[in-house]
């Protein structure tokens, strides 16, 4: 099966063999564009596991922080992936980042 990467940056899907890298370029893209530096994802014990033979569904909480334009930001999100067992282990066949849009870091958080 061909990978695929859903986010919340346009396109905002991301398919087949070279997904992650032009994931990562409009990431980078994106980045420059709106003044985000200093990024980084945090991923916490997985909510949701479901495994049917050698292929899973997994949830985790996840948290962006980034500064954009020199502001600390914070998302809260989840990540989900589908996951395929391979000879080597298990392999993410796809993965979606769901959240609201980012705040200020220490601002009201849910």
Do not use: C
């Not at 893209?29 to 945090?42: F, H, L, P, S």
């Not at 999100?77 to 870091?105: C, E, H, N, R, Y």
């Amino acid at each position: 099966a061909s990978p695929a990467i859903i986010d919340e940056v346009s396109p905002h899907l991301w398919q087949g063999a070279g997904a992650f890298k032009a994931w990562a370029a409009s990431l980078e893209t994106d980045a420059k564009a709106n003044g985000i530096t200093d990024q980084m994802v945090t991923v916490s014990d997985a909510t949701r596991e479901q495994v049917e033979g050698d292929r899973a569904y997994l949830v985790v909480p996840a948290r962006y922080d980034f500064k954009q334009k020199g502001t600390a930001m914070r998302e809260q999100a989840q990540m989900t992936f589908a996951l395929q067992k391979v000879d080597t282990g298990w392999k993410i066949a796809g993965w979606a980042w769901t959240g609201p849009k980012a705040s200020a870091a220490g601002a009201s958080e849910p």
